[in-house]
T-cell receptor
Framework: AQSVTQLDSQVPVFEEAPVELRCNYS??????LFWYVQYPNQGLQLLLK??????LVESINGFEAEFNKSQTSFHLRKPSVHISDTAEYFC?????????????FGRGTSLIVHP | DTGVSQDPRHKITKRGQNVTFRCDPI?????LYWYRQTLGQGPEFLTY????????KSRLLSDRFSAERPKGSFSTLEIQRTEQGDSAMYLC??????????FGPGTRLTVL
């Protein structure tokens, strides 16, 4: 079984500042890793994913995350945030060796961008 | 629109009543998942289908909950004899085998 820990429930930041949302996972098998974003009153949207290959993955809107196997982490970063990045961010992990690919989600981190 | 759709978006019911939710996945996706999300928590897995077969159910899915996907396309989630603790957002997601899931907007259930 896997588990995900998102260390910060809320991260306030000023516009144009850098941000890091932390995610640590535990698993006894190889994993796939995901970040989802949920804007107010909307469903979850896939932001980026790590399946294999390069440990640094990027999204189209400037976010990136790096898979660190030794530290079992998949932190999400953005060098300069915008007001529109205000949302709930969920880290998720799934078993890469099995067939169900059912992700286990963290509790979420609320990113609040202030002008 | 080719995304995942869910109906209704909101449902208010009295304790003890039955409710049914519908999910229409992305058409070429063979996998369909149901999750429950409560305030301040991430989504919790309930059950999933590959085509019309229900392959896995969570311990969270009590015998009051039942899900179907009769033709391998849309799915329904029924909750019988609702309880106040069932109040939550019910999310549906779909995917191709082995790829990331795409989520619908959810159905918010309030049990009075």
């Amino acid at each position: 079984a896997q588990s995900v820990t998102q260390l910060d429930s809320q991260v306030p930041v000023f516009e144009e500042a850098p941000v890091e949302l932390r995610c640590n996972y535990s698993s006894s098998v190889s994993v796939y890793l995901f970040w989802y974003v949920q804007y107010p009153n909307q469903g979850l949207q896939l932001l980026l994913k790590y399946l294999s290959g390069s440990t640094l993955v990027e999204s189209i809107n400037g976010f990136e995350a790096e898979f660190n196997k030794s530290q079992t982490s998949f932190h999400l970063r953005k060098p300069s945030v915008h007001i529109s990045d205000t949302a709930e961010y969920f880290c998720a992990v799934s078993d890469a060796s099995g067939g169900s690919y059912i992700p286990t989600f963290g509790r979420g981190t609320s990113l609040i961008v202030h002008p | 629109d080719t995304g995942v759709s869910q109906d209704p978006r909101h449902k208010i019911t009295k304790r003890g009543q039955n409710v049914t939710f519908r999910c229409d996945p992305i058409s070429e996706h063979n996998r369909l998942y149901w999750y429950r999300q409560t305030l301040g928590q991430g989504p919790e897995f309930l059950t999933y289908f590959q085509n019309e077969a229900q392959l896995e159910k969570s311990r969270l899915l009590s015998d009051r909950f039942s899900a179907e996907r009769p033709k391998g396309s849309f799915s329904t989630l029924e909750i019988q004899r609702t309880e106040q603790g069932d109040s939550a957002m019910y999310l549906c997601a779909s995917s191709r085998s082995g790829s990331a899931q795409f989520f619908g907007p959810g159905t918010r259930l309030t049990v009075l």
